[in-house]
């Protein structure tokens, strides 16, 4: 198995673990990957290694795309539990990323109002007041936050440019609970966030920001540094049983 650079702008229907039938829209080009962070362990690939040569759609283009396959699935007595913003990197890097959420929830609403829309963003431009206040309209707003540590964020999520933590946890608070968190636990190459030193603070961040859940997970695919492991059965349980402890809904994804 290899690294996956999805069609652009939309893919699937996909069976996700955590999210169901889901109708991928990838707002980015569709042959690389534009994202504000390189994560180690990201199933595109390193960004390095996929420069894409072609534009991110067009806001026009996606909402095209978009009602012909929820057409098409309408016809075909399929419909989708929920539209995913993922993909080749980080959605909310689109410059008319408030326009197209706009856009997909009319098309939601006409063509399969039971359907939810997600977003999935490493939370790096929720600073942006057009991201926020359309990350308020969607079902499940889905915020990265592997860790509060600093050198770990640098070592394994890889910002481009400046990224502040602390910076993220308070945007965070400000969706006054609209978010679900989602944070990756994994091991190799000196790397380990399921261990106290980083759970702890991790959970205390998580109690702060109080989101209405919390999604954790390990790799899945094959990941572009291949040293990686996925955390146990037993970490994963373990964690999600701390913050559900804490009064928060947790899933854990093998
Ligand atoms: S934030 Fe997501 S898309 Fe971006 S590098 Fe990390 S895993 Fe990949």
């Not at 229907?13 to 390189?38: M, Q, T």
């Not at 079902?139 to 890889?158: E, F, G, H, S």
């Given at each position: 198995m290899s690294t996956i650079i999805y069609p652009s702008p939309i893919f699937g229907?996909?069976?996700?673990?955590?999210?169901?039938?889901?109708?991928?829209?990838?707002?980015?080009?569709?042959?690389?990957?534009?994202?504000?962070?390189?994560c180690i362990y990201c199933e595109c690939g390193f960004n390095k290694d996929h420069r894409p040569t072609l534009p991110m759609p067009a806001r026009e283009l996606v909402a095209e795309r978009l009602e012909q396959q929820l057409q098409q699935m309408v016809a075909d007595g399929q419909l989708p539990d929920v539209l995913?913003?993922?993909g080749n990197g980080e959605?909310?890097?689109?410059?008319?990323?408030?326009?197209?959420?706009?856009?997909?929830?009319?098309?939601?609403?006409?063509?399969?109002p039971q359907a939810k829309v997600a977003v999935l963003s490493n939370s790096t431009m929720i600073h942006r007041q057009e991201v926020h206040d359309a990350l308020m309209l969607v079902?499940?707003?889905?915020?990265?936050?592997?860790?509060?540590?600093?050198?770990?964020?640098?070592?394994?999520?890889?910002p481009n440019g400046s990224y502040d933590v602390q910076r993220i946890i308070e945007r965070m608070k400000a969706f006054n609970g609209h978010l679900?968190?989602?944070?990756?636990?994994?091991?190799?190459?000196?790397?380990?966030?399921?261990?106290?030193?980083y759970v702890n603070p991790w959970l205390q961040a998580v109690r702060e920001i109080a989101p209405?859940?919390?999604?954790?997970?390990?790799?899945?695919?094959?990941?572009?540094?291949?040293?990686?492991?996925?955390?146990?059965?037993?970490?994963?349980?373990?964690i999600r049983d701390r913050v559900i402890a804490a009064g928060i809904p947790c899933s854990a994804s093998y």
């Open positions: 229907p996909v069976h996700s673990r955590r999210l169901g039938i889901s109708l991928g829209i990838n707002l980015l080009p569709a042959d690389g990957k534009v994202c504000s962070f390189d995913t913003f993922a959605p909310t890097c689109h410059p008319h990323f408030a326009e197209i959420i706009g856009d997909t929830i009319r098309l939601r609403d006409k063509y399969c079902d499940d707003n889905i915020l990265k936050l592997d860790t509060i540590d600093p050198a770990y964020i640098n070592m394994v999520d890889r679900i968190i989602q944070t990756m636990f994994l091991k190799g190459n000196g790397i380990d966030n399921t261990s106290d030193n209405k859940q919390v999604m954790i997970y390990t790799i899945d695919r094959e990941t572009p540094d291949q040293t990686l492991r996925k955390a146990t059965h037993e970490e994963l349980d373990a």
